[in-house]
T-cell receptor
Framework: EAGVAQSPRYKIIEKRQSVAFWCNPISGHATLYWYQQILGQGPKLLIQFQNNGVVDDSQLPKDRFSAERLKGVDSTLKIQPAKLEDSAVYLC??????????????FGEGSWLTVV | QKEVEQDPGPLSVPEGAIVSLNCTYSNSAFQYFMWYRQYSRKGPELLMY????GNKEDGRFTAQVDKSSKYISLFIRDSQPSDSATYLC???????????FGSGTKLNVKP
């Protein structure tokens, strides 16, 4: 079974520029998450999708961050304009959803962003 | 108060030592508990997954849950340099599809 795919793996941009990250979840997973992880910290949820609807985006800085999941499969996270404090790894994850015992979360390799 | 607390370390041990990694939590509704291993420049990888209280063993790894104390542990026996990584605990409640993470403990196993 293929895992969560993310691209690009690494990106360096100047502040005020824009960047977009792409994610393709595990096949059949209804729930897709974007997390931000700053070095030395745990993942912080930015946005959670259930199919193509947003479940939770309470911690997404909506003045600069946007995300979409068209057709309920792959997803794009965009940052515009970027700030220095956006330097982090952006982790995409997916889960099957539901309350069953096997519902856990699987991560991609991450997209590492450096803003200079 | 954070939902999940985890000592950030770093924890440095000699090869072959028994390692104990721990998390505490405040929400008594949490019933599913996970441990992830994250190598440098990699995404978190699911290591152990347990439900409710008790122990679960997988090779050199044992996950332990004590719901009465709101405390979970991951034990690594015969630790190896390849175990050097950051370990994240995570948990969720029965009726919710939202996961709560600790801040991670950085482990260094010295040859």
């Amino acid at each position: 079974e293929a895992g969560v795919a993310q691209s690009p793996r690494y990106k360096i941009i100047e502040k005020r520029q824009s960047v977009a990250f792409w994610c393709n979840p595990i096949s059949g997973h209804a729930t897709l998450y974007w997390y931000q992880q700053i070095l030395g910290q745990g993942p912080k949820l930015l946005i959670q999708f259930q199919n193509n609807g947003v479940v939770d985006d309470s911690q997404l800085p909506k003045d600069r961050f946007s995300a979409e999941r068209l057709k309920g499969v792959d997803s794009t996270l965009k940052i515009q304009p970027a700030k220095l404090e956006d330097s982090a790894v952006y982790l995409c994850a997916s889960s099957s959803g539901g309350n069953n015992l096997g519902n856990t979360i699987y991560f991609g390799e991450g997209s590492w962003l450096t803003v200079v | 108060q954070k939902e999940v607390e985890q000592d950030p370390g770093p924890l440095s041990v000699p090869e072959g030592a028994i390692v104990s990694l721990n998390c505490t939590y405040s929400n008594s509704a949490f019933q599913y508990f996970m441990w992830y291993r994250q190598y440098s420049r990699k995404g978190p990888e699911l290591l152990m997954y347990t439900y409710s209280s008790g122990n679960k063993e997988d090779g050199r790894f044992t996950a332990q849950v004590d719901k009465s104390s709101k405390y979970i542990s991951l034990f690594i026996r015969d630790s190896q340099p390849s175990d050097s990584a950051t370990y994240l605990c995570a948990m969720r409640a029965y009726n919710f599809n939202k996961f709560y993470f600790g801040s991670g403990t950085k482990l260094n196993v010295k040859p």
